[in-house]
Structures are given as C-alpha cells and as structure tokens.
C-alpha cells in the first residue's frame, strides 16, 4: 500500500527553518543582500489558507 501526503498550507510540517536553508542558497547564488533573503524566506514560510493555495486551481 502507497501513501502519499501533502502539506499544501504548512500546517503539518513546520517549514521555517527549511525555507530558510533553501533562501540563503538562493541568495548566494543571485548575490541578494540580507534583506532580501529575510523576505523572501518570509514569504516562501507563510502559511496560506485553502482558499489562496488552490486559487483558480477549481473552478
């Protein structure tokens, strides 16, 4: 038996610390400044309602 899981709004996984780890790689790569990193780190981490994540995904 398979089973697969998603967590499309982040509420079983937190995922701050991984967003983090991944947007620091991605400002090093593209010499983004520290701020930069902080909002984009920010935003991948933030948690969204079912609504906004399947957005025009159902019509």
Not at 35 to 52: D, L, M, W, Y
């Amino acid at each position: 038996m398979s089973l697969a899981l998603f967590d499309l709004d982040g509420t079983l996984v937190d995922q701050s610390a991984a967003s983090r780890v991944w947007a620091q790689e991605f400002g090093e790569t593209r010499a983004l400044d520290a701020a930069q990193v902080a909002e984009i780190s920010k935003r991948v981490a933030e948690r969204r309602s079912q609504g906004i994540v399947f957005e025009g995904a159902v019509a």
